[in-house]
């Protein structure tokens, strides 16, 4: 029998096999709840909504950060990864579904 460790994110129960990968997945979500608290403290917004932007911010920081820099296209590009991932999430759904 094999012995494998497993780090638990306390913020959402998310277990790695890794710790370094397991505190990059901390330090995002807690990113991404910092964004949607401002969110929430200088916009009247819904608090699911204010998590998915937060969330999608704090995915996707590398691109937003080169697109602050001087590559405002890279935020397009972003757009257009998120819809292929809701396409692939839909699709393996129904597959599940079916």
Aim: glycine share 4%.
């Amino acid at each position: 029998m094999s012995i494998t460790p497993m780090w638990r994110v306390d913020r959402d129960g998310s277990m790695f096999t890794d710790k370094k990968a397991a505190e990059e997945y901390d330090r995002m979500l807690e990113l991404a709840a910092n964004i949607s608290s401002l969110l929430e403290d200088r916009f009247e917004i819904d608090e699911d909504l204010a998590e998915e932007i937060g969330l999608m911010f704090a995915k996707n920081k590398e691109a937003f950060a080169k697109a602050f820099k001087g590559k405002p296209d890279l935020v397009l590009e972003i757009g257009q990864t998120s819809e292929q991932d809701n396409d692939t999430k839909d699709k393996d759904e129904d597959e599940a579904a079916a």
